[in-house]
């Protein structure tokens, strides 16, 4: 697992960022990235605090490795107790702001897992291993993942509660 220095170091690696139409050399040191990033360590900054580790961190009994709790897959009530916990804990930590970089994207990530499944098992694909591995990766190396989320669009001249589908 990283620690906040390391999730900040790892954002200057050379990619080009732009704000307002000048280049950000560093934007962990930038006037307004800067508060973006630090609010984002936060994922970080409570799993490597004792105060908060044993909420922050689970250990995986398959592989005895240690890994966020954001990357622990539901499997009881209690494990949605703790995501939920952790949650309100990191966002009390930003002053109500919730932090997003781990916690949507690991709700995508169980999500994509289910769809993959059903999917391989309708039509015969192979996505699921593939979704895993991706999975993996994420919750191997502690990544923060980015998501953009929206309603499903079917009749883009409609609204969700206009059309008659069972996901809208």
Known sequence: MRT??????????GREVYFE???VEDVTTHPVIGVAV????IDYQIADDPSYRDLAVYNDAQSGRQYSRYFKIPATAEDLLK???????????GNT???LIKEIGTDCLFALQLIAKQMDEKLG???LPRVRAIF???RDND?????AQTDVKGDRSRGPAEQRHPDY
Do not use: F, W
């Open 21 to 23: 139409g000048q280049r």
């Open 38 to 41: 630090n609010h984002a360590a």
């Open 143 to 147: 990544l923060a993942m980015a998501v």
């Open 97 to 99: 702001l919730v932090v």
């Open 83 to 93: 995501r939920s916990r952790l949650i309100e804990s990191s966002t009390r930590l």
């Open 136 to 138: 993996e990766q994420c």
């Open 4 to 13: 906040p220095e390391q999730y900040k170091q790892s954002l200057r690696d």
């Open 125 to 127: 694909t192979k996505y």
